[in-house]
């Protein structure tokens, strides 16, 4: 890894669960795929832990409200003894008992008492005890939060729901997991497997490199990169007076009567793709930007993490692309700028090359029109501060929202 990429790591890294849509274990455990483990700082892996707790004791808490729902409605097929037949006479029982007036039948009987409840009972014990200590030993303070990634408020209530949810169930006992398990018991299992094991969840990439034997969190640098994109953008409409909420999978950025959507790596409603050729459904034709704010005309943004000019080629173009399929009000390329020296293999790339000379001499933004829409290329690089790249979109956004 590189100064940029750790960087950006520092920056965002915390949030990038979050940014992803990891809200259970379940999706948590389908990120374990990385192969090469990479640094983190103290507090963002202190900050992952964190959130990782959170989805433990939220799975646990859906665990047990599924529980509760089966413990009320669940039957057992089962053998009942009795002078009378309410059943399905079961004749090889029903001869040994017959000489005592008894009959045996075949019946449903609540399953209440099931012992899957116990040994739910004991796993919530055990993950409410374990979450307990982790928490008491991890600082993370909701003042270094960005609002609308702030998760502990709803970590404080689901922690105490587990408190409260666990004394309705048995004491119970541990055994293995089995395939016979209901989905819920399951699902708790990987709960409690999680918070055993949580000191030794790190964080990896996808290299070529042999796999090493931890528990790797892929994390996709160009995505970070994104993550990066989505930090300033709402930092940068907090700072004009916007308020951000999360509403289901998306943002949402209210000023008054003024509402925009904060949408990513998907299709918008204003696209003009029609038909694709005998295709009846053309959604997954549709371009999907990387970042848009949508309104009455949407404001596009397509993120390149690369210094690669071919791959910068391709995002010109891409934003050009938008204009006829969109509207935009407004599309922008962000990247963090080209190597100053390597080599270009067509005309397109040594334009590109060019227009990045440009952009650099104009404090990193250059605009262009194309087929009536403005369009920027603007280098944004996770090693400048902060302020600086704020003051770059203020200067590409200000009159459009």
């Known amino acids: 890894m590189n100064r940029r990429d750790r960087t950006l790591l520092k920056k965002v890294g915390g949030y990038y669960l979050q940014y992803k849509g990891i809200v259970d274990v379940e999706k948590l455990l389908s990120t374990f795929n990385g192969t090469e483990e990479v640094p983190l700082d103290d507090y963002t892996l202190s900050y992952i832990y964190y959130y990782l707790m959170y989805l433990i004791t939220a799975s646990v808490v ?12 669940y039957k057992e097929f089962s053998i009942e003894y009795s002078n009378d037949l309410y059943g399905e006479l079961n004749v090889d029982l029903s001869i040994p008992v017959y000489s005592m007036g008894l009959v045996a039948y075949h019946s449903f009987t609540e399953g209440y008492n099931a012992p899957e409840y116990g040994i739910l009972g004991y796993i919530m014990r055990r993950i409410y005890s374990i979450i307990k200590e982790k928490r008491s030993k991890i600082e993370v303070r909701k003042e270094q939060i960005p609002r609308y990634f702030n998760f502990l408020d709803d970590f404080d209530r689901t922690f105490s729901r587990v408190d409260e949810i666990k004394e309705e169930f048995p004491d119970g006992y541990f055994r293995d997991p089995s395939y016979t398990d ?12 999680m918070a055993k094991e949580l000191e030794e969840i790190k964080v990896g990439i996808r290299t070529p490199k042999k796999p090493i034997n931890k528990k790797l969190i892929k994390f996709i ?35 008054g009567n003024k509402r925009l959507s904060i949408i990513f790596n998907a299709s918008l409603g204003q696209s003009s793709l029609r038909k694709v050729d005998y295709k009846e459904d053309v959604e997954k034709y549709k371009g999907r930007p990387d970042i848009s704010l949508t309104n009455e005309r949407p404001i596009i ?3 390149k993490y690369s210094s690669k000019v071919s791959y910068i080629t391709m995002g010109r173009f891409k934003i050009m692309a938008y204009t006829y399929e969109y509207d935009p009000s407004l599309a922008v390329l962000v990247y963090p700028g080209l190597e100053t020296e390597q080599i270009s293999f067509d005309n397109e790339d040594n334009a590109t090359m060019e227009l990045d000379k440009i952009a650099r001499k104009e404090s990193g933004i250059l605009d262009f029109l194309y087929n009536n829409h403005l369009l920027y290329m603007a280098i944004i690089d996770p090693l400048e501060l902060e302020k600086n790249n704020l003051s770059k979109l203020d200067k590409i956004m200000k009159k459009h929202i």
């Open 301 to 303: 943004f397509e993120c």
């Open 221 to 255: 640098m160009w995505k970070l990169y994104e993550l990066y994109i989505f930090y300033l953008v709402v930092n940068y409409l907090e700072s004009k007076g916007y308020e951000i909420k999360k509403e289901e999978d998306k943002y949402i950025a209210i000023r």
């Open 62 to 73: 859906r665990s047990a409200e599924d529980a509760k729902k089966s413990r009320l409605t």
């Open 182 to 193: 209901p989905d819920w018991l399951l699902r708790a299992y990987k709960a409690y497997f």
